[in-house]
């Protein structure tokens, strides 16, 4: 298996841009995660899908951030418009069917200029 | 609400020597207890995991024990190597399948 595939792995886009992340998850994964990483706050979870619906969103910061998980194996979290504070290294993880793990993907380095 | 604290870093530690990472946890049932390791530019990934009290998890010559009654799950390695250098989460799961809350994570400097 490929694991949990993110693309980009690295953006540099200027602030009011829009970014769009992707994320395809594990197959026979029935749960999401995106997460946000950052030097100040560490780990954040942003939200998380189950079976394709969005479950929690309370860690989503504000209406600029949204997420979409239109089928089991695509994800998407848009920023628009972004701004500096946004730039992190944005995480989407995988768990759920047999397994009660989370697996990671190797992560999107958002840059906001 | 769940809580994970873990000892501040960094760890400096030279090759060969004993590492303990401290981790505590604030739940309110019962929950499955993670650590996780991120190597520089890399996403996390599961080093070990225990789901009840008193379980071990080893991987790697890291182990860690589920010790409920001092809610704690410590991670231990009897002789590291510079390649374990890198950032350590513990994190725990209440629940089967439902989000993780995660610790702010420890890094681990080994030196030749």
């Known amino acids: 298996d490929a694991g949990v595939i993110q693309s980009p792995r690295h953006e540099v886009t200027e602030m009011g841009q829009e970014v769009t992340l992707r994320c395809k998850p594990i197959?026979?994964?029935?749960?999401l995660f995106w997460y946000r990483q950052t030097m100040m706050r560490g780990l954040e979870l942003l939200i998380y899908?189950?079976?394709?619906?969005?479950?929690?969103d309370s860690g989503m910061p504000e209406d600029r951030f949204s997420a979409k998980m239109p089928n089991a194996s695509f994800s998407t979290l848009k920023i628009q418009p972004s701004e500096p504070r946004d730039s992190a290294v944005y995480f989407c993880?995988?768990?759920?069917?047999?397994?009660?793990?989370?697996?990671f993907g190797p992560g999107t380095r958002l840059t906001v200029l | 609400g769940n809580s994970v604290t873990q000892m501040e870093g960094p760890v400096t530690l030279s090759e060969e020597a004993f590492l303990t990472i401290n981790c505590t946890y604030t739940?309110?049932?019962?929950?499955?207890l993670f650590w996780y390791v991120q190597y520089p530019g890399e996403g996390l990934q599961l080093l070990l995991k225990?789901?009840?009290?008193?379980d071990k998890g080893s991987n790697k010559g890291f182990e860690a024990t589920y010790r409920k009654e001092t809610t704690s799950f410590h991670l231990e390695k009897g002789s590291v190597q510079v390649s374990d250098s890198a950032v350590y989460f513990c994190?725990?799961?209440?629940?089967?399948?439902?989000?993780?809350?995660f610790g702010k994570g420890t890094m681990l400097l080994v030196s030749p």
């Open positions: 197959s026979g994964h029935n749960s």
């Open positions: 899908f189950n079976n394709n619906v969005p479950i929690d």
């Open positions: 739940a309110t049932g019962y929950p499955s």
């Open positions: 994190a725990l799961q209440e629940g089967g399948y439902s989000t993780l809350t």
């Open positions: 225990a789901t009840k009290a008193d």
């Open positions: 993880a995988s768990g759920g069917g047999t397994t009660d793990t989370q697996y």
